[in-house]
């Protein structure tokens, strides 16, 4: 796994604007390379807040959105539509807003689908990417260009809770009951899945997210009490932060700051 580099930014927004002119980079220069990029979204307020700066800023353009396949990396397990889902936020904050193609928009399924629980719901995304790995991904599973993560106070990332047995398994996504953030029941990528990304990052904006932060940069966590931790790409790990979530981080760690 790759060692994490440390971009702190002023504030939320200019996290969020920086972020969005690197992710356009970073799908250019993917669909440069080999005609197609793959991205993995996340929720929650800086997740949200990225993909709305993306739809603002005019570099958007840059990127043959016909040729970009679209996935999460977590899901709550309510029905299509519903506001909490991640799917309906990406939606209205960017999806709607660019020439996707259907078929390349992977949202994971929703409770008023075909699948009755979040354990179906699972197997059958599963499926869908194992469909969608080559000959030269790792396993089952893309090797996705960018795959964003969220993460909670608690160290969580996706719907990875510390100390539950979905961190302890090696499928590639798995139903999640009982998580100890409403709504409770969800669907996620694991930490194999995660890992199969060529950069991950990791987007932390607010005092509240400082502990977790110097948490999963602490050498000596462990993924399964600081889901966070074990976020790593193969080819490059980002912790993009504003400064107060950076306020705490390790000693040693080093930082690039940003005006």
């Given amino acids: 796994m790759s060692t ?3 971009l702190v930014h002023r504030d939320q927004e200019l996290l969020a604007k920086a972020a969005a002119a690197r992710l356009v980079t970073r799908i250019v220069d993917a669909q440069a390379a080999r005609g197609t990029a793959s991205v993995v979204l996340t929720g929650g307020g800086v997740g ?3 993909l709305a700066a993306l739809n603002a800023t005019p570099a958007r353009d840059a990127i043959d959105w016909r040729k970009l396949d679209v996935w999460w990396g977590d899901e709550r397990f309510l029905p299509t539509g519903d506001p909490e889902r991640n799917e309906t936020g990406a939606r209205a904050a960017l999806l709607d807003h660019v020439e996707l193609d259907p078929a390349r928009v ?8 075909p699948d009755a629980d979040p354990e179906a ?3 059958r995304y599963a499926e869908e990417l194992r469909r969608a790995a080559r000959p030269e991904d790792h396993g089952p599973v893309p090797s996705f260009d960018v795959l964003m993560l969220g993460v909670g106070p608690d160290a969580h990332v996706a719907s990875l809770f510390p100390e539950m047995p979905a961190l302890y398994d090696d499928r590639p996504v798995v139903g999640v009951r009982g998580a100890p953030k409403p709504p409770p029941t969800r669907v996620s ?12 990052w990791v987007l932390a904006a607010g005092e509240s997210k400082a502990k977790a932060v110097r948490l ?3 050498p000596e966590a462990g993924p399964v009490q600081v889901p966070v931790a074990g976020a790593r790409g193969r080819r490059s790990t980002l912790f993009l932060l504003d400064r107060a979530a950076a306020a705490e981080l390790p000693p040693g760690i080093e930082r690039i700051a940003s005006p």
């Fill in 4 to 6: 994490p580099t440390v």
């Fill in 48 to 50: 949200t807040a990225v």
């Fill in 106 to 113: 992977h949202p994971m399924p929703a409770s008023d689908g």
């Fill in 216 to 218: 999963g940069l602490s």
């Fill in 121 to 123: 719901a699972a197997a």
């Fill in 189 to 200: 990528l694991t930490l194999h899945a995660l890992r199969a990304a060529r950069d991950v």
